[in-house]
């Protein structure tokens, strides 16, 4: 049974013995709630900054030590930072909502 399942499960029984359930919203549902007002996938850097603004911060770039890693440069923004591949948009992630937020764990190899 998967973690969604048994959450499911958890409320259905709280609510027909009746008790009060409350909770917070899940990392996942605020991502999907966020707009999907962020830059897509193959934008050019100069069409980011076009569409939405000199970033907020520009973070060192990582990768580039052998040709077959790409050196990968990330422009943050107030609600989500960028990734770039050879001045391409890779991939745009939704930032913390506050210092607190609990995400997914770190995979373990």
Known sequence: MN???RSLLLAA???AS???CAGDTLLIERVQESPTNVPTRGMSTAQV????GAPSERLDPRGGQKHAWPTINRWVYPTFTVYF?????IDAVANK?????IGPK???R
């Open 3 to 5: 973690l969604l399942s």
């Open 13 to 15: 029984l709280a609510s």
């Open 106 to 108: 770190p995979a373990t």
């Open 97 to 101: 909502a506050s210092p607190d937020e």
């Open 85 to 89: 591949e050879h001045n391409r948009v």
């Open 49 to 52: 900054q076009a569409k939405f």
């Open 18 to 20: 009746g008790i009060a």
